[in-house]
């Protein structure tokens, strides 16, 4: 087949709808799966920390020659996660993370995080990067099959969280990394000045 | 309209081997009725995931953990399992088996029509006669009571049917096969191949032996590199039964494909000396029913396959159906896969690559490889193990959590494609040993009210000094070949993880210590044949899959003889 028509039997029908699946079985089985995308179930931000998390998305992948954190919905998929996502400890680290995140800002500041200027935000979550760095995860485990890391520190949290939300968006897959999803070769390629990672 | 019950030949299972057992007796005339525990799969409609973008999949990819450890503690760990396949997998929390704390088995399982032909990594060996003849060079397990000239023309049939792409080596004990053009070794792949063979003149590094096409044949499309096989390829460039055999078998007209359809055992008829029906519970209603037919295979898988025969007592067979010899259950193998290295290819960082290739690099098995006598001068171990890896360049999963920082360096750091790395795990041949087997636990019964599969196995000492050897010359070839932050692993790992589990209803000549004849006919019941991963002999280090299906369609073409001439 063209790479044409397998990209139109894709928009009709490949990336699949509940619709189109005839096996009733099968539809039972993926209607009973983690259906979180619908919508957020158990919302757990106030409006202060839905703010800063969006403002700190941005800090970590800004706009630049391409869109950011914000513009490819990641504050969303930060709610999502924490919300719906998290075990209990893991929402716990994050929301208090936060919450140091402010206390900092006010000690040195007199101020919210959402009130200082970006380049003493950006000095405020380097200083969570730094209090993070002496982190040390308990359990290896074997490394090629790692863990989800629950006690990893806020700042990795957060920056898992922002990294792994944008660059599986729209926007990060298609605007700031290469999206090919039927390239119809392997080979070799030369890296240019403009070669991105491939997002597919 | 009544429901025909009775059939010439009656399959039971799917994937791999049912498929081709449904194609090849549907093509010889047979009404022919295949049966499937799970749900219905239909080529290309039910791919629902297929070709879904990264922002399409559920948590940016992430699991849903609660989920997993509730319902698929063992089928989460399989490599094809995710929010875009799960749907084609067993569900463990309704599917219970058990096995001492000490020796884990993982029953990795699918649970739809087509079985793992839709999940499997795609490789495709062919056993040599250094296989056919192992058990009788070195003494351990029974001698197969075949060779290499016996499936030798029914490998050709099923490579050139499936469609496989693949480099021909000329090695005798890793035989070439019919292949369509080999996909590409990368640069960093063709740097570890150069260093590799020279050093070492009798190793060889080749791309992967695969199970999808590199030209547009059979009817069905070429590859086109899209990555994810597992979620289904509507083009059919990947084999599945799904996608190849079952529809081969539906364009006869002769097959009637029943999903949902869970065999609890077989009938046999003492005055005929045959097996007579198979009786199936309907996985959704809970009803009862029995099929009859002339002719019965068994391809349910190695375990699924063993459990029914295990369940189908009868005054004639008080230890379960064609289990005069008492094997059935035992011999139980797999590939131990817990050996290997990985480590970071400095420079190439010119060349990237575009497109998903669906193989790595294959390093054949290297030791042992004399024809007399079992072991070469300086190895402490039977047998031997191959390779399998692939080298890639990082993408930003691998990476952003080494990449300190954040904002725009770390935007611009997580652009480009990242440093390369190449890994290679070995799979290790197993022993046949009486002691590893299934056997069914009569005190725990399953949601149909069938007796409960248990597993007593276990890796041995050969195969734990194989893997010591298998990790050092992993370590050693890729140090030479400029590795660096070089790991090797040597880690325990249990029976089942390789999805190669095998034997169970071994072949063999002499009926008192094999359940199946050299027709992958049970020596008990002559109209009853095995033809999954149960009537494994020896285990070999290769894939086994095309194995399977070779030794199925061969089966199939005397079984259909057989009913021809009348004789069963």
Known sequence: MQRRALLRSMVMGGAGTLLHVTSPSLAKALAGGAGSMMGINNLQLSGVQREMCRQLSELIIPTTDTPGAIAAGVPDFIEMMVSDWYTATEREIFLQGLSALEEDCFARHSKSFLDIVEEKKIAALSRQEDLAASYVKEDEGFFLMPKEDEK?????????LVVVGYYQSEVGATQELSYNPMPMEYRDIPVTLETRQWSS | MIEQTDFDAIVVGSGMSGGWAAKELCEAGLKVLVLERGSMVRHGQ????????????????????????????????????????????????????????????EWRRADVVGGRSLLWSRQVYRFSDLDFEANKRDGHGIDWPIRYKDIAPWYSYVESFIGVSGEKLGLAHLPDGEFQKPMPLNVVERAVKYSIERDYPERNLTIGRCAVQTEAKNGRGSCHYCGPCDRGCSVAAVFSSV?????????????????????????????????????????????????????????????????????????????????????????????????????????????????????????PRFRNLQKKGGRESGVDFLRGYGYQGKALRLGWQGTFKQTKGFGKDLKNALRRPGPWLMFMGAFVEQLPKKQNRMFLDDSKKDRFGIPQVAFDASFGDNEARMQTDAEQQARKMLKAAGAVSLKSFDIKTSPGMAIHEMGTARMGNDPAESVLNKWNQAHDVPNLFITDGACMTSSSCVNPSLTYMALTARAVDHAVKLFKSGVI
């Open chain 1, 152 to 160: 990893a520190p806020f700042f990795d949290k957060l920056k898992e």
């Open chain 2, 46 to 105: 039910d791919y629902i995931t297929e070709h879904t973008p990264p922002w399409k999949i559920p948590l940016g990819g992430k699991k849903p953990r609660e989920l997993y450890e509730r319902d698929y503690p063992v089928q989460s760990q399989v490599f094809s399992f995710n929010e875009t396949t799960r749907h084609f997998f067993n569900n463990d929390r309704l599917n219970p088996y058990s096995y001492d704390e000490k020796k884990p088995f």
């Open chain 2, 243 to 363: 996608g190849v055999t079952l529809p081969a078998a539906e364009r006869t007209g002769n097959m009637t494909l029943r999903s949902d359809s869970v065999v609890e055992g077989i009938d046999y008829d003492q005055e005929t000396g045959k097996a007579s029906a198979v009786r199936v519970i309907d996985a959704n209603s809970q009803e009862r029913k029995r099929y009859t037919g002339k002719l019965i295979f068994l391809c349910a898988s190695t375990v699924a396959s063993t459990q029914i025969l295990l369940n189908s007592k009868s005054p004639s067979f008080p230890n379960g159906l064609a289990n005069r010899s008492g094997v059935l259950g035992h011999y139980l193998m797999d590939h131990a896969t817990g050996g290997g290295a990985v480590g970071m290819m400095p420079g190439h960082l010119d060349s990237y690559t575009v497109g998903n290739r669906p193989t790595g690099v294959y390093i």
